[in-house]
């Protein structure tokens, strides 16, 4: 006895599975977990990528400062004399 066409399932095709309630239950509290999760990560990066910046820029403008200042003159050297020895 052969099948017909209809009768054959397709190789490769499952039939969709049905989920628990907790099984639905734990993905839906996965999903919000990650969520969250995905959410202060995103928040920290970003305070991270700010505070970076702010610290880049605060140390071209000290750059900036030290370059504009002229170089200090050079202190004059201290001439030691050697102690006189008292009689």
């Given at each position: 006895m052969k099948h017909s066409p209809k009768q054959m399932p397709e190789v490769g095709v499952h039939p969709k599975r049905v989920l628990s309630p907790s099984e639905q239950k734990s993905l839906a509290?996965?999903?919000?977990?990650?969520?969250?999760?995905?959410?202060?990560?995103?928040?920290?990066?970003?305070?991270?990528?700010?505070?970076?910046?702010?610290?880049?820029?605060?140390?071209?403008?000290?750059?900036?400062?030290?370059?504009?200042?002229?170089?200090?003159?050079?202190?004059?050297?201290?001439?030691s004399r050697p102690a006189v020895k008292a009689k």
């Open positions: 509290t996965t999903a919000a977990a990650s969520a969250i999760i995905n959410d202060e990560t995103h928040k920290w990066e970003s305070k991270t990528a700010r505070l970076k910046a702010l610290r880049l820029a605060k140390e071209a403008e000290e750059q900036a400062e030290i370059a504009a200042r002229p170089p200090a003159a050079p202190k004059a050297k201290k001439t």
